[in-house]
């Protein structure tokens, strides 16, 4: 009998989960520092120059995507392409807190692609040293390499600190001359994917870490959005 109630316990708890994610039409919710963010209001406002503000809003809290399209694909946070940015403010017992996807130093997130160069003469390796054109330093990094000796593939040994965005990094060895940009760092970093664009609504998935944006030491160095999901959120013409 317990085993019984138990699993009729469980087939409502799962029914009840399902059911409010099937039928939370339109819906936009993530886990903000893995407390869970869910909107009361959320609408896509489109500009005359196709740009869109995906505007979420929660009990004192804004959350919005920036991107300067609706085209399916996914747009990348925190580089230098600051028209592509997520900003969350709150202001939970009259605390005024900001958070944005600046272009911030830190240690490095994301290489950007296709490589500036895949330079010659190199040799694959699993942690290679680098200079970069700013401050940075400590970044090392895993080469894959064609039989010509190009490097085609970069992928972070080590994330060094102290790099920016649009920061442009030699790898070591060969001849001294593959290179390529850093997209973004850690603290400021994420991605919007669009799936869905109607005309009407708009349907896509995002995460961030964004950082603090005004300073306010009542708040974090940064705030953390993962598995963020909006679903047929109506689109309006921008006021």
Known sequence: MKNLLYIVTLSLLFLSC??????????FQAYRDNVLFTAIDAKAYVASNGSVSIKALAQDQELDLNLTNINLGTYYLGTTNTNYKATY??????????????????????????????????TAATSVATTSTGAGLGLTVKTTVNTSGVVTVVDIASPGNNYKSGDIITITGGGNNAKFKILNVEGSNGEINITENTGGIISGNFKFNAANANGNPDGGNQVNFQYGTFYHIPIYPAP
């Open 18 to 27: 399902t059911t409010d994610v099937k039928f939370n039409n339109p819906g």
């Open 89 to 122: 403010s709150s202001s939970f017992g009259g605390v005024q807190l900001l958070y944005r996807t600046d272009v911030i130093s830190g240690p490095v997130a994301k290489i950007a692609y296709p490589l500036v160069s895949g330079g010659t003469g190199y």
